[in-house]
Structure formats: C-alpha cells, structure tokens
C-alpha cells in the first residue's frame, strides 16, 4: 500500500473535503475536492490536481460560477476521450443545482459551466458523491439522491446520450418503515452482469444499506440494511477486472468518529465481504488537526484499472489523502 498526501499544508484554503479522482485518457490520475475557509461558506470552489511523473501538481481552482458554496465534486471519465466533472451549488442542500464541466486535455483547460438539468427544484440531480458508472449497454448510471431537513431519499439519473439528458429513477422506498434516522444517501454503484445493477448506502441507521435493479438503473427494489457498520458518512466501492468488488468506508456505527478509514474486499458480489485494510487510523500526532473525536479519515472515493486500485479522502479535513494498492485474490 503506497500513502501520500495530494498537497502539504497551503495558505490557499483552510478546509477542504469531498474529493474525487479519476484517471486521464494516458493512463494518469486526477484529483478534484471543494475547499475555502469553511464547508457550506460562500467562497468554497472546487479545486484539482493531477500526478504526473514528477508528483502532483499545486492545487488549482477549477470552478466558481457564483457566490455561493459549492460541493461534491464527482470526476468520471467514460472513455470517450472527455473527463467530466460534475459539482453542487447551494446555500443549502436542500436548494443544491448540478452544474458540470468538461475537459478533452486531460484537466489542462475546462468548458464553461452547464447545469446538468435546466431548471431543476429538486436539490440536485446527477451524481451526487460517487461516480457514475457505464453499463453494458453503453447508458451512463449517475448515483443520485436529495436532502430535506427531515428526510434522505437515493434514486439514480440515467443517460442514454453519453450524458446530454438525464431519467430520473423511482426514489427508493425501504424495506424496513421503522428504519431509524432520515433515510439513504451517496448511493455507489456496480453492474454484476448484464442489467443487474446494485447500489451500497450511507444510512442514518448505522448500518450500510443496499438496494437492487434488474433493469439496468430504471427502476430500484425497496432498500434493505446490510451487516457493515456505518457511522453516516461516505462510502465508495469499485469492482475489478477479477469480479472482485473494493470498498472504502469507515467501519464503525459510531457517528461522532469518522476513523478508522478502511477497505474492505468482497468476492461474492458484495453479501459478504471477508477481507479489512486499515488505511488510516487515529492519528494522536497531529495536534490541532484533531478534532474533539479524535480525528477524521473520511469520505473516500475510489477508482481500479485492471485489479489496482487508487483512492482518495480527506484528512482532518486540512488535507487530501492518496493510496494506491494492488487487490490480489
């Protein structure tokens, strides 16, 4: 397991979190995450940067379209030659728009702004957290869902023109109506075999949740509470060449520590999942980094090519975490 971090410590930006990557058409990575003086103030934009050969570049400010807090950069490249980027805008979650950009040089120079859905009310559509994915039969899958003040609901957006327009699914129902807190979020996605989609959960009920298609992302059965403990923080996963499926989270149902960050390995598509590294834990050497809980290693997002795997997450919410790891069977 190879660890650094993007950037040391920099006079840019006090706070930053959410991170995203993905690779270049050459085989690179890029990294993308919203920084400013504080989460949710209005001069949080979304910043990047890419390793290259000699290390990773210094941190650049991609997007700012307003005065607004911006959120949740989400990088995906569907092999077309073109990276795209997609973030929130918002005072407040509830009020969020998607805007997006694009880039055919691998994150050299960026489109203008779009919004990813003209006009849209709903809080946000498109990906919210986690990649998209591209199923087997070429449409594009965006793990979505939206936040009220008291209730949390996942659906996915689904594009059959590489993008250009956007379905919404069902909002996801679930199993169990006593499920404790507001509901799901974050959804990440993985396609098993032709059409049969499956989607993991943060959740308010300590648990990860889960939900399943049959119909590549068009419509969801009710979601159901899993075994893996869940603090109500984010999580992402990727399935590999080998079948296998990687997942980053932070295995702990108590919602006040974001710590251990951890990976954990499933070769049964995804009901049991029988391998843990540790990526992160406490750090007690860190000073005023630390949080009154102890620290925090969190919101991972996770990307392979072939069985590699590369991820990214905040630390401390002062700097971004990168690890590289080779998943052997």
């Not at 728009?97 to 994150?107: A, E, F, L, P, R």
């Not at 598509?269 to 000073?287: K, S």
Request: with cysteine.
């Amino acid at each position: 397991m190879k660890k650094e971090t993007i950037f040391e410590p920099t006079g840019q930006f006090r706070s930053c979190h959410a991170s995203t990557l993905a690779h270049t058409n050459d085989g690179k990575v890029i990294a993308a995450w919203f920084a400013g003086s504080h989460e949710g103030h209005a001069d949080v934009a979304i910043w990047m940067s890419r390793k290259l050969s000699a290390g990773w570049e210094k941190p650049r400010k991609i997007a700012k379209i307003c005065e607004k807090a911006h959120w949740n950069p989400v990088l995906f490249n569907p092999g077309n030659g073109i990276i795209y980027l997609y973030f929130k805008v918002g005072e407040k979650i509830p009020s969020w728009k998607t805007w997006s950009i694009s880039s055919v040089d691998d994150g050299d120079t960026w489109s203008e702004p779009l919004e990813l859905v003209e006009g849209d009310q709903s809080g946000g559509r498109g990906p919210v957290k986690n990649k998209p994915i591209v199923l087997s039969d070429a449409s594009w899958l965006a793990p979505a869902s939206v936040e009220t003040a008291t209730e949390w609901r996942a659906f996915c957006d689904r594009s059959k023109d590489n993008g250009m327009s956007w379905k919404k699914s069902n909002l996801i129902g679930f199993e169990d109506s006593s499920m404790a807190g507001r509901g799901v979020i974050q959804p990440t996605l993985w396609e098993s075999a032709p059409g049969k989609v499956h989607m993991l959960l943060r959740s308010t009920c300590g648990k990860i949740c889960r939900s399943d298609s049959d119909d590549y992302g068009k419509t969801w059965a009710q979601v159901r509470e899993t075994e893996l403990p869940n603090n109500n923080s984010g999580i992402d996963l990727v399935r590999l060449a080998n079948g296998a499926l990687a997942l980053v989270c932070n295995p702990t149902e108590e919602r006040t520590r974001r710590t251990p960050l951890s990976l954990l390995v499933s070769t049964d598509n995804g009901n049991t999942w029988g391998r843990r590294y540790d990526i992160e834990e406490e750090d007690v050497n860190v000073g005023h980094l630390i949080r009154n809980d102890g620290g925090e290693f969190s919101y991972p997002s996770i990307i392979s090519m072939g069985n590699e795997i590369c991820v990214v997450y905040t630390r401390h919410r002062k700097l971004i975490g990168y690890m590289e790891d080779e998943i052997r069977l």
